[in-house]
């Protein structure tokens, strides 16, 4: 069980999360969710802009910590909830970046309008009220959020993205921080120019539907074929 693979990978997005400086190097923390029970976290009381494989914390989806020589991250159950609320998620990051932080300290949102990536990947955030950190409470108001979003402003906190890869869980932190940089510095400019309802429309996922096939309806059709060649 020591998932050496997995582990270097949460531990290269952490590395990468600190020198990005989206996180401080005692802040933040990020999980992947392995063979569908399994959490490997960043642990607490580390160093983040230097962590390895090693120092990634195991624990089971039910919260039992299978390194016991590691100190869980005190936001593990947030972690836990959000996959239990979202079975589609494999990775979450949860971090501070200052900009984000900012609107997530203020009454102003970040604006995903302004710019097409910023729509398209991200859609548009969700707010999680305040609770204390590390929390039963904070941890069932951030699974609530992410029922319907796939970034979440922690009021008075920072931010949790999540995603089906580390990839794709760092990448919305990211252009999450670029976008709330975008809204200040347009919103100092003055004259902010919006996507149009109907471009915004454009950036919305499109469905996909599946070919329903009657296996019964198959089988007159075969049977009628067959029964028009003998004939």
Same mark, same amino acid.
């Given at each position: 069980?020591?998932?050496?693979? !997995?582990?270097?990978?949460?531990?290269?997005?952490?590395?990468?999360?600190?020198?990005?400086?989206?996180?401080?190097?005692?802040? +933040?923390?990020? @999980?992947? *969710?392995? #063979?569908?029970?399994?959490? %490997?976290?960043?642990?607490?009381?580390? #160093?983040?802009?230097?962590?390895?494989?090693?120092?990634?914390?195991?624990?089971?989806?039910?919260?039992? /910590?299978?390194?016991? &020589?590691?100190?869980?991250?005190? !936001?593990?159950?947030?972690?836990?909830?959000?996959?239990?609320?979202?079975? #589609?998620?494999? $990775?979450?990051?949860? $971090?501070?970046?200052?900009?984000? &932080? &900012?609107?997530?300290?203020?009454?102003?949102?970040?604006?995903? @309008?302004?710019?097409?990536? &910023?729509? =398209?990947?991200?859609?548009?955030?969700?707010?999680?009220?305040?609770?204390?950190? +590390?929390?039963?409470?904070?941890?069932?108001?951030?699974?609530?959020?992410?029922?319907?979003?796939?970034?979440?402003?922690?009021? /008075?906190? +920072?931010?949790?993205?999540?995603?089906?890869?580390?990839?794709? =869980?760092? #990448?919305?932190?990211?252009?999450?921080? =670029? $976008?709330?940089?975008?809204?200040?510095?347009?919103?100092? *400019?003055? +004259?902010?120019?919006? %996507?149009?309802? $109907?471009? *915004?429309?454009?950036?919305?996922?499109?469905?996909?539907?599946?070919?329903?096939?009657?296996?019964? *309806?198959?089988?007159?059709?075969?049977? =009628?074929?067959?029964? /028009?060649?003998?004939?």
């Amino acid at each position: 069980m020591e998932y050496t693979k !997995e582990r270097q990978e949460v531990a290269y997005f952490m590395r990468r999360l600190y020198e990005r400086r989206l996180t401080t190097c005692s802040g +933040g923390n990020i @999980s992947l *969710l392995v #063979d569908g029970d399994i959490i %490997l976290i960043t642990p607490s009381g580390l #160093d983040k802009g230097r962590i390895e494989a090693e120092q990634i914390g195991i624990i089971s989806l039910s919260g039992e /910590n299978l390194t016991p &020589s590691l100190k869980p991250s005190i !936001e593990t159950e947030m972690h836990i909830r959000v996959y239990q609320s979202r079975p #589609d998620v494999r $990775a979450v990051v949860h $971090a501070h970046p200052v900009v984000c &932080s &900012s609107f997530a300290a203020s009454e102003k949102e970040i604006n995903t @309008s302004l710019i097409a990536e &910023s729509r =398209a990947v991200l859609g548009k955030p969700a707010i999680a009220q305040y609770a204390f950190m +590390g929390s039963p409470e904070l941890a069932a108001i951030v699974a609530r959020a992410v029922a319907g979003a796939n970034t979440v402003l922690l009021t /008075n906190h +920072g931010v949790l993205s999540i995603g089906q890869t580390l990839l794709q =869980a760092f #990448d919305r932190i990211e252009v999450l921080e =670029a $976008a709330a940089t975008i809204t200040l510095i347009t919103h100092l *400019l003055g +004259g902010k120019r919006e %996507l149009t309802g $109907a471009q *915004l429309s454009e950036l919305e996922p499109r469905e996909e539907h599946s070919l329903e096939i009657n296996e019964e *309806l198959v089988q007159l059709i075969t049977q =009628a074929v067959l029964n /028009n060649l003998k004939a």
